[in-house]
């Protein structure tokens, strides 16, 4: 609805258009008048970004309590697989280190009369030593020590996040979910995440 404010009479008005100011004119009953309709009348459009629906603020997803948490799945899994396949090449080059040395010298039997055990003893010494040399080399010209320290060094990464798993307190059933799946991968690690499940359980008790 417009006002019209005449600066002269009806006819003047009529005779000439531009002296009147046309002002829009806002119910003063409704409380909260429409801005958007306000600003639209007098010629100023409103970007579509600047309009946020309701239903837009409704569906917006409100953060979870266990979001860190669950972040770490991924991270986790990550590792378990990396482990697993440098514990499988480091085995490979292990069965292939036995191979290239052979098998290693049987131990002498103990006999306690005649002195053959201590000659045997020693031709079982001079075996070994000569065994071990065999497997150093083979060892060495495969990699071994190379993939030993890159499967513990993989394996303290995953002692790492296990603990810092086991740290964060869960608070929801999914974060307590989580941490029973991710005991499957902490048995030969830290050992940690079990018990940090009954504390969270405890906590959560607590607050009931």
Request: glycine letters at 6%; proline letters at 7%; one cysteine or more.
């Amino acid at each position: 609805m417009l006002v019209t404010r005449s600066r002269g009479s009806q006819a003047s008005r009529n005779t000439h258009p531009t002296a009147s100011i046309e002002v829009p004119l806002v119910s003063l009953r409704s409380p909260s008048p429409n801005r958007r309709a306000v600003l639209a009348s007098l010629g100023v459009a409103l970007p579509a970004a600047a309009i946020v629906a309701p239903a837009a603020i409704a569906a917006a997803p409100a953060a979870h309590p266990d979001a860190a948490l669950l972040a770490m799945e991924p991270r986790i899994a990550a590792l378990v697989a990396e482990v697993d396949a440098l514990c499988s090449a480091r085995s490979r080059i292990e069965e292939a280190c036995y191979a290239a040395s052979g098998p290693a010298p049987d131990a002498p039997v103990f006999v306690r009369s005649d002195g053959s055990y201590e000659r045997g003893l020693a031709l079982f010494n001079d075996a070994m030593r000569a065994w071990r040399a065999r497997h150093a080399e083979a060892a060495e010209q495969l990699g071994l020590e190379s993939a030993e320290d890159a499967h513990g060094e993989a394996d303290g990464r995953l002692l790492a996040a296990c603990r810092e798993l086991a740290a964060m307190p869960a608070t929801t059933l999914e974060g307590l979910t989580l941490k029973a799946r991710m005991t499957a991968h902490d048995g030969g690690t830290s050992g940690d995440i079990a018990p940090s499940i009954l504390e969270d359980l405890i906590a959560l008790g607590g607050q009931a």
